[in-house]
């Protein structure tokens, strides 16, 4: 027979007296004192989950022979009603934000409606794009895609390739690498329509055909046309007809505000056409109103001791009436 340990010796033998013993084998402490006083915290927007280090470092270090060159960054960021598209780069102190737009400023464009989904995105980043080109003087060198196709436009040039149509002699495009921050990036990620607006709008942003909507991870294809549609709102005009003839009452709750702006399923294309032309008419940002606060305002004094004494035995008075009023009744 097999020898038990010495614990289960140590249990059998107290447990004609109804006791239970167990001797607890030797545990080391890990988390000593000395474990803790090296511990050292993470960076506080990573302990918040709100930046990826690994990722900005890669985005933000730039090689020692370009000297205090910045490298830009095209930052894409959803929120719950908009989208935001800002070229930034870094600084010792923090980011500097060289131009941004956001997709609340479309409904100057014609575009009131839908000012989050794949479309929308793609008129930020486009807004974006030649706001920027037009701040540093590159607006008429290099115009970008106007015709809007879903390809993917890049040259050779002096041994480097960009992603324009053409690359001046005297004057290299504007580079900018896409920072999405934490969110994933699937395929059809509304964060590269916004990046394939600022491509076509003129910028130098490094990417390729694999997450944009129509490619095919299996064939390895790229359908350029679905992604085409999907720039135009192909998607939610096929949605809006497939709701009007098999619930119009979910149409009704879902489009209400396409319904209201009298903004048709038939006409989504055109208008997406119309806004893309307006942008590149006029990019530059709309003036600000000066503030100027309401001075009318004035907040009520506090009631001293006395003054809320009095008012909480008013109410009480005027209870006790009421009461007296409904018993006599």
Same mark, same amino acid.
């Given at each position: 027979?097999?020898?038990?340990?010495?614990?289960?010796?140590?249990?059998?033998?107290?447990?004609?007296?109804?006791?239970?013993?167990?001797?607890?084998?030797?545990?080391?402490?890990?988390?000593?004192?000395?474990?803790?006083?090296?511990?050292?915290?993470?960076?506080?927007?990573?302990?918040?989950?709100?930046?990826?280090?690994?990722?900005?470092?890669?985005?933000?270090?730039?090689?020692?022979?370009?000297?205090?060159?910045?490298?830009?960054?095209?930052?894409?960021?959803?929120?719950?009603?908009?989208?935001?598209?800002?070229?930034?780069?870094?600084?010792?102190?923090?980011?500097?934000?060289?131009?941004?737009?956001?997709?609340?400023?479309?409904?100057?464009?014609?575009?009131?409606?839908?000012?989050?989904?794949?479309?929308?995105?793609?008129?930020?980043?486009?807004?974006?794009?030649?706001?920027?080109?037009?701040?540093?003087?590159?607006?008429?060198?290099?115009?970008?895609?106007?015709?809007?196709?879903?390809?993917?436009?890049?040259?050779? @040039? *002096?041994?480097? !390739?960009?992603? =324009?149509?053409?690359?001046? %002699?005297? +004057?290299?495009?504007?580079? $900018?690498?896409? &920072?999405?921050?934490?969110?994933?990036?699937?395929?059809?990620?509304?964060?590269?329509?916004?990046?394939?607006?600022?491509?076509?709008?003129?910028?130098?942003?490094?990417?390729?055909?694999?997450?944009?909507?129509?490619?095919?991870?299996?064939?390895?294809?790229?359908?350029?046309?679905?992604?085409?549609?999907?720039?135009?709102?192909?998607?939610?005009?096929?949605?809006?007809?497939?709701?009007?003839?098999?619930?119009?009452?979910?149409?009704?709750?879902?489009?209400?505000?396409?319904?209201?702006?009298?903004?048709?399923?038939?006409?989504?294309?055109?208008?997406?056409?119309?806004?893309?032309?307006?942008?590149?008419?006029?990019?530059?940002?709309?003036?600000?109103?000066?503030?100027?606060?309401?001075?009318?305002?004035?907040?009520?004094?506090?009631?001293? @001791? *006395?003054?809320? !004494?009095?008012? =909480?035995?008013?109410?009480? %008075?005027? +209870?006790?009436?009421?009461? $007296?009023?409904? &018993?006599?009744?």
């Amino acid at each position: 027979t097999t020898r038990l340990p010495h614990y289960c010796d140590l249990a059998q033998s107290n447990h004609s007296f109804g006791l239970l013993y167990l001797t607890m084998p030797f545990v080391k402490v890990q988390k000593s004192r000395a474990y803790f006083s090296r511990y050292q915290v993470k960076f506080r927007r990573r302990r918040e989950g709100k930046t990826d280090y690994r990722q900005r470092k890669r985005l933000c270090a730039q090689d020692k022979n370009k000297y205090q060159s910045p490298k830009y960054r095209l930052v894409v960021r959803f929120s719950n009603t908009k989208v935001t598209c800002q070229i930034a780069y870094a600084m010792i102190d923090g980011d500097r934000i060289l131009c941004q737009a956001s997709s609340s400023e479309l409904p100057r464009y014609g575009l009131s409606v839908g000012l989050k989904n794949y479309a929308a995105a793609y008129c930020t980043g486009l807004l974006v794009a030649r706001r920027l080109l037009q701040k540093v003087g590159l607006d008429e060198v290099y115009e970008g895609n106007t015709e809007v196709d879903g390809n993917v436009v890049s040259t050779e @040039y *002096d041994k480097k !390739k960009y992603y =324009v149509d053409q690359v001046d %002699d005297d +004057k290299r495009p504007f580079r $900018a690498l896409l &920072d999405v921050g934490t969110k994933a990036t699937t395929t059809g990620c509304r964060i590269f329509g916004a990046m394939k607006g600022a491509a076509d709008g003129g910028l130098d942003v490094p990417h390729s055909e694999k997450r944009f909507p129509g490619y095919d991870r299996d064939t390895k294809e790229y359908d350029a046309d679905m992604h085409r549609e999907r720039i135009f709102g192909g998607h939610v005009s096929e949605y809006m007809e497939y709701l009007e003839e098999e619930d119009n009452q979910k149409y009704q709750e879902h489009f209400a505000s396409y319904i209201k702006n009298e903004v048709a399923a038939d006409g989504l294309e055109e208008l997406y056409e119309s806004v893309h032309e307006k942008i590149r008419e006029d990019p530059s940002p709309s003036e600000k109103n000066d503030f100027e606060p309401d001075k009318s305002f004035k907040r009520k004094a506090k009631l001293s @001791y *006395d003054e809320r !004494k009095a008012r =909480v035995q008013g109410k009480k %008075d005027a +209870k006790k009436a009421e009461l $007296a009023a409904d &018993d006599d009744e």
